[in-house]
């Protein structure tokens, strides 16, 4: 066994660890907490598997921007309302459904770690096939095991291949991320006649700037 | 260089971290914690793609990875932008009350 192979066994672990406290932590923060600290091993996990690249995006993106938005509006909320003090659902069908859940997923990766394409003759075969028709300078040839990879640098294949047979996709992720942007600015535009937080303010809610001149013609229109 | 063993343990762990985060959405009844949980499950199946781009000798997985992120992070946002805007027009912030989008 070598410590990178130990290494993984341990991630993996906290990664578990981690995964079950999201879910079990009483506190929303703590959820949070444990899946900054899934996130991590999971980027380590893809360093371990050669994906360089993914890993530093995994830190960056959803270690680092999504769950500081997540922890944002955490820190906004009034953790006094949070529904989960009164407990967990306890529906009986829920149960069925998480049983039903776990085993379809079980199924399905039993199936798929013993189906053909998971075989390890195949793997060593077309791994060997693929690096004898290895041009490192033709895109359509070259063989992705991690000597390959590793010599013309994770960033530069995964970039090539970004930008030459998945730049459809590509695009059409872009457009997403543009329809999202105008979607939250939109969702989070100030309601006219909102009651407020459900929280009784020491501050007056009045002193608020914002609610000035652009929303004072709108709230007659909305009233009906 | 991590032993060829490790890649089905890998997979399990993905399938493990996947059930975890529906038995979240399923239980949990505050938004944010479920909204994590999707996280976690859209996690799991990142972990899956790159586990098996590996060892396939295969890059597309991890471009797959890629694209899964950037939903995650949309999705993230939007459903953050709900859940604070629906505390904002002062609503109970529970899952079972928020099955109805008006009120």
Redo the contacts between chains.
């Keep these: 066994?070598?410590t990178?192979?130990l290494l993984?066994?341990v991630v993996?672990g906290v990664?578990?660890v981690s995964?079950?406290g999201?879910?079990l932590s009483a506190r929303?923060i703590y959820?949070?907490l444990c899946?900054v600290g899934?996130?991590v091993s999971?980027a380590v996990?893809?360093l371990?598997?050669?994906?360089q690249?993914?890993a530093a995006?995994?830190v960056i993106?959803?270690a680092g921007?999504?769950m500081v938005?997540?922890v944002f509006?955490?820190a906004?909320?009034?953790p006094g309302?949070?529904?989960?003090y009164e407990g967990?659902?306890r529906d009986p069908r829920?149960w069925v459904?998480?049983v039903a859940?776990?085993y379809i997923?079980?199924q399905?990766?039993a199936l798929?770690?013993n189906g053909t394409?998971?075989s390890?003759t195949d793997?060593v075969l077309?791994?060997q096939r693929?690096a004898q028709a290895a041009q490192p300078s033709d895109l359509h040839s070259f063989?992705?095991?991690?000597a390959s990879?590793n010599a013309a640098g994770n960033v530069q294949?995964?970039g090539r291949?970004?930008f030459t047979?998945?730049l459809l996709?590509?695009e059409i992720?872009s457009l997403?991320?543009f329809?999202?942007?105008i979607?939250?600015v939109y969702?989070?535009r100030?309601?006219p006649h909102?009651?407020?937080?459900?929280v009784e303010r020491t501050a007056p809610v009045a002193a608020l700037p914002e609610e000035s001149a652009p929303d004072a013609g709108r709230e007659t229109v909305a009233v009906g | 260089?991590?032993?060829?063993q490790?890649?089905?343990?890998?997979?399990?762990?993905?399938?493990?971290?996947?059930?975890?985060?529906?038995?979240?959405v399923?239980?949990?009844?505050?938004p944010?914690?479920v909204?994590?949980?999707i996280?976690?499950m859209l996690?799991?199946v990142?972990?899956?793609f790159?586990?098996?781009?590996?060892?396939?000798?295969?890059?597309?997985?991890?471009?797959f990875?890629?694209?899964v992120?950037?939903?995650?992070?949309?999705?993230?946002?939007?459903g953050?932008?709900?859940?604070?805007?629906v505390?904002?027009?002062?609503?109970?912030?529970?899952?079972?009350d928020l099955s109805e989008m008006r009120e």
């Excluded at chain 1, 909102?194 to 459900?198: L, R, V």
């Excluded at chain 2, 790159?50 to 471009?63: A, I, P």
């Design positions: 066994m070598t990178a192979t993984a066994y993996a990664a578990l995964a079950a999201v879910v929303t959820s949070a899946l899934n996130m999971l996990l893809f371990l598997l050669n994906a690249f993914v995006v995994q993106i959803y921007a999504v938005l997540f509006i955490i906004l909320l009034d309302h949070d529904p989960d967990p659902r829920l459904g998480i859940v776990g997923t079980a399905v990766f798929a770690v394409t998971y390890k793997h077309q791994g693929l063989a992705f095991d991690p990879v294949v995964l291949e970004l047979t998945f996709p590509f992720t997403l991320l329809v999202a942007a979607g939250a969702l989070t100030r309601l909102a009651p407020g937080p459900p | 260089m991590i032993d060829i490790v890649f089905p343990l890998l997979l399990g762990l993905s399938a493990a971290m996947f059930t975890i985060g529906s038995v979240g399923l239980v949990r009844r505050n944010l914690v909204l994590m949980s996280e976690l996690n799991a990142n972990l899956a790159v586990d098996y781009g590996r060892f396939l000798n295969s890059e597309d997985g991890q471009v990875a890629l694209v992120i950037v939903v995650a992070a949309a999705e993230a946002v939007v953050l932008a709900l859940v604070s805007q505390y904002r027009a002062g609503r109970e912030l529970d899952i079972d």
